[in-house]
């Protein structure tokens, strides 16, 4: 396996979801924003921005309304992740143009370019020796987060993320095997059930589902049971339906996805 620091850090990577009350600089968010920015960009257009929220009142609102989780109004600094295509809105007026950014691509341009940078920005905060966590569930009450950061039309918040120092420490997640995700030449699902079956096996050891137990599929609670593991975990939730606002809250923002 080849390595090296960078790469060491990276498998170094846990979410942090307990932070000390100590701050963050504004020079050092401003540091792992701009490293963020380095990041490629579809065309060079930069179709991202970043709200940084540090004020108690407003990290404790966005705490609100992202599912009320605690480490939000925690972490001393809330990096909002948004989708821009408003500036370029704004740029193309400026020089005389019409923007088109009604088609399903604008939006994953602009979604594509803020995850890359977001992910980059991880990074190099992790770099400092801060924690990070991304928060999805900015995605909850969109709406609502729009108006709190007076997101303007054209701008969407893809990701949150908390920001600060780590309370205790947080030892990495196993991932799946690589060869479950690595495809050579073409895809091939071939023998991936004992890469599933060994992933299971190395999450349920880090205690994370401790305490569940479930039937085996087809079997009444009372039968069998098996281990709860991360593929039982992973079923359960993509079988349920996850912000189902979400087009809409996208329309309303201009993104109107043709
Ligand atoms: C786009 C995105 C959204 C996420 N949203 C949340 C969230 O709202 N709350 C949270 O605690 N963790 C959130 N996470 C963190 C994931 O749960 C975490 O990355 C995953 O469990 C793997 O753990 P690790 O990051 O420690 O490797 C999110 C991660 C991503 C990439």
């Known amino acids: ?42 065309s060079n257009l930069q179709m991202f921005s970043v709200v940084a929220v540090t004020e108690a009142d407003r990290r404790a609102q966005l705490a609100a309304l992202c599912g009320n989780q605690k480490h939000i109004a925690q972490a001393p600094v809330f990096l909002a992740w948004c989708a821009d295509l408003s500036r370029l809105e704004r740029i193309s007026t400026w020089r005389g143009y019409t923007q088109v950014a009604d088609y399903v691509e604008n939006y994953t341009l602009a979604v594509v370019d803020a995850a890359i940078a977001m992910q980059t920005a991880a990074i190099a905060a992790e770099s400092l020796g801060l924690g990070m966590c991304y928060i999805g569930a900015i995605r909850n009450n969109p709406l609502e987060v729009i108006d709190l950061l007076q997101l303007p039309r054209l701008v969407f918040p893809v990701s949150g993320m908390t920001l600060g120092w780590p309370a205790r420490p947080h030892p990495p997640r196993p991932k799946l095997p690589t060869r479950a995700i690595l495809h050579w030449e073409q895809y091939n699902t071939e023998g991936e059930e004992s890469a599933w079956r060994e992933y299971d096996a190395a999450m349920i050891a880090t205690g994370i589902y401790q305490g569940r137990q479930v039937a085996a599929p087809g079997q009444a609670q009372s039968r069998e049971m098996v281990e709860y593991g991360w593929t039982e975990h992973s079923a359960r939730r993509v079988a349920q339906v996850h912000r189902p606002g979400l087009r809409a809250a996208l329309e309303q923002q201009g993104f109107t996805l043709k």
């Open 1 to 42: 396996m080849f390595t090296n620091p960078v790469i060491e850090q990276i498998y170094q990577h846990a979410s942090v979801r307990a932070y000390t009350s100590e701050p963050v600089s504004p020079e050092m968010v401003e540091a792992i924003v701009a490293a963020g920015q380095r990041s490629s960009t579809s």
